[in-house]
């Protein structure tokens, strides 16, 4: 956390240092100044070549950066204010309340870079950061916090050190993980909502899990049937399909294989609709 925070702000004001000296000075704009052209300053100063996405930038700096603070995310939201489809879906919801991006959205690691990676860590950073700094008598911050608190189960921070997956840094532990991911639940809740108890924050797999066989009988324990098992679908179309006519729904295993649910135990492959 500390280390973070400190690398946080040495990047800070290196790049407040460095930009208001060097780079955005009196030449910001592009002008030929001295012995150097604006092209040639930038290029030296440059510290990579941007993303492929962000390429066509490559001769304007200061649609990323300001003299003072650096890269900036209100100069990364001033392009991606519209991204619809990512404010709409559960996990990216988020953007529409961290004020920083760079953590996530590394640039200048040259062309073929794609500059996208899920930092949990840094995430919960960066809304402790925020909510720490927060003014609660302005309503726009008060609504804002609220939805930090969201994702962020801060109660669990208290002297009880959470049940969570060894591979998760302490920090990111904190992230309510369900409101972010309860759409992907293939258990459907059926093992709670605290996936990190089993998960980690980098693959969903366990490599260390076994299924049990197909021979055994507590199905049930772990998976639940999907709701058309209890309507009249279950007793016409499902028991006849798997030739159980007597089955009970409970009785999984008497029609289903564990290789997927459309397998079913002496027919085969079936898919209804
Ligand atoms: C001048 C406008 C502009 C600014 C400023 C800008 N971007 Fe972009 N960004 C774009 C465009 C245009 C694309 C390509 C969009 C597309 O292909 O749909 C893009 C693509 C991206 C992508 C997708 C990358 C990929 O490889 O698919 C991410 C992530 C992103 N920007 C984040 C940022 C962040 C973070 C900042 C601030 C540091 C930023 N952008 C600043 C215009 C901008
Ligand atoms: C904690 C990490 C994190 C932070 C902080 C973060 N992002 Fe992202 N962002 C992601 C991830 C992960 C994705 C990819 C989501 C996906 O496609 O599943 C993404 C996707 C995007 C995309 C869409 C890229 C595409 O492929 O179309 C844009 C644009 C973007 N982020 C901009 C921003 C901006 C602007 C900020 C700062 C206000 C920001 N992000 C902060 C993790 C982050
Ligand atoms: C698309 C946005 C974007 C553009 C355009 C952009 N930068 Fe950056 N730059 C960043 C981000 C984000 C960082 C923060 C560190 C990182 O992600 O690597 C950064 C960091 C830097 C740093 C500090 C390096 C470090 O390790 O802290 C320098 C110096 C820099 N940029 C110079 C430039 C120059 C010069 C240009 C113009 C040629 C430029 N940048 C154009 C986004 C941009
Ligand atoms: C604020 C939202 C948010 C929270 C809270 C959150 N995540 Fe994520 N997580 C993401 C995003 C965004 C991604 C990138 C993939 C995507 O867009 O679906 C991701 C990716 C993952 C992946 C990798 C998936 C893959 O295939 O790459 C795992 C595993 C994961 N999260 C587990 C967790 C666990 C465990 C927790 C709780 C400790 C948690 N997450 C909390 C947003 C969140
Ligand atoms: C009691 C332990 C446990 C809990 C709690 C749990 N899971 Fe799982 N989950 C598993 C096991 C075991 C697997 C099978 C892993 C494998 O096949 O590698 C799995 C598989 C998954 C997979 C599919 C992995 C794949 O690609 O095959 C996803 C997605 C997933 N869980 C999401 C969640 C989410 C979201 C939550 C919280 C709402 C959650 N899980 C809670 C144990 C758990
Ligand atoms: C100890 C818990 C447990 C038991 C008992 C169990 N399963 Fe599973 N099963 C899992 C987990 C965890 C997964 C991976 C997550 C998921 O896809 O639901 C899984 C995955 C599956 C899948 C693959 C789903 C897919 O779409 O990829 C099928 C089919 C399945 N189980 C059937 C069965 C059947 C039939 C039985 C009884 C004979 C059974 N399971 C018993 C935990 C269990
Ligand atoms: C009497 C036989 C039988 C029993 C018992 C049974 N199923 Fe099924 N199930 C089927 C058949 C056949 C299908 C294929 C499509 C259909 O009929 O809807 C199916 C489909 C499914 C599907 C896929 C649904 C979809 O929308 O793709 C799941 C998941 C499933 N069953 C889970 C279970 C679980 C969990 C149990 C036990 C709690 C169970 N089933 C008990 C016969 C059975």
């Given at each position: 956390?500390?280390?973070?925070?400190?690398?946080?702000?040495?990047?800070?004001?290196?790049?407040?240092?460095?930009?208001?000296?060097?780079?955005?000075?009196?030449?910001?704009?592009?002008?030929?100044?001295?012995?150097?052209?604006?092209?040639?300053?930038?290029?030296?100063?440059?510290?990579?070549?941007?993303?492929?996405?962000?390429?066509?930038?490559?001769?304007?700096?200061?649609?990323?950066?300001?003299?003072?603070?650096?890269?900036?995310?209100?100069?990364?939201?001033?392009?991606?204010?519209?991204?619809?489809?990512?404010?709409?879906?559960?996990?990216?919801?988020?953007?529409?309340?961290?004020?920083?991006?760079?953590?996530?959205?590394?640039?200048?690691?040259?062309?073929?870079?794609?500059p996208?990676?899920?930092d949990?860590?840094?995430?919960?950073?960066?809304?402790?950061?925020?909510?720490?700094q927060?003014?609660?008598?302005?309503?726009?911050?008060?609504?804002?916090?609220?939805?930090?608190?969201?994702?962020?189960?801060?109660?669990?921070?208290?002297?009880v050190?959470?049940?969570?997956?060894?591979?998760?840094k302490?920090?990111?532990?904190?992230?309510?993980?369900?409101?972010?991911?309860?759409?992907?639940?293939?258990?459907?809740?059926?093992?709670?909502?605290?996936?990190?108890?089993?998960?980690?924050?980098k693959?969903?797999?366990?490599?260390?899990?076994?299924?049990?066989?197909?021979?055994?009988?507590?199905?049930?324990?772990?998976?639940?049937?999907?709701?058309?098992?209890?309507?009249?679908?279950?007793?016409m179309?499902?028991?006849?399909?798997?030739?159980?006519?007597?089955?009970?729904?409970?009785?999984?295993?008497?029609?289903h294989?564990?290789?997927?649910?459309?397998?079913?135990?002496g027919?085969?492959?079936?898919?209804?609709?």
């Amino acid at each position: 956390m500390s280390i973070q925070r400190a690398f946080l702000v040495a990047a800070a004001i290196f790049i407040a240092v460095a930009a208001g000296f060097y780079f955005f000075g009196d030449h910001a704009g592009g002008q030929p100044s001295g012995l150097l052209s604006a092209t040639a300053w930038q290029r030296m100063a440059s510290p990579g070549a941007l993303s492929q996405a962000h390429a066509f930038l490559e001769h304007d700096c200061a649609a990323c950066h300001t003299s003072v603070q650096g890269a900036t995310a209100t100069k990364c939201v001033a392009c991606h204010a519209n991204e619809t489809a990512l404010l709409q879906r559960q996990p990216t919801a988020f953007h529409g309340n961290v004020a920083s991006c760079q953590e996530c959205h590394v640039e200048h690691q040259g062309l073929h870079n794609h500059p996208i990676a899920m930092d949990h860590s840094a995430l919960a950073e960066i809304g402790f950061h925020q909510l720490a700094q927060s003014d609660s008598d302005d309503g726009v911050n008060r609504m804002v916090s609220r939805q930090l608190l969201d994702w962020i189960a801060q109660h669990k921070t208290a002297d009880v050190e959470p049940d969570h997956h060894i591979s998760i840094k302490p920090n990111a532990a904190v992230l309510d993980c369900a409101r972010c991911h309860a759409t992907i639940d293939p258990h459907r809740e059926l093992f709670g909502n605290d996936c990190a108890q089993c998960h980690g924050v980098k693959n969903w797999t366990i490599p260390e899990f076994r299924h049990p066989s197909a021979s055994s009988t507590n199905c049930m324990h772990c998976h639940q049937a999907p709701p058309s098992h209890y309507m009249m679908h279950f007793k016409m179309i499902s028991a006849k399909v798997a030739r159980q006519p007597s089955a009970d729904v409970t009785e999984c295993f008497k029609c289903h294989q564990t290789t997927s649910w459309n397998d079913i135990k002496g027919i085969g492959w079936y898919k209804h609709h």
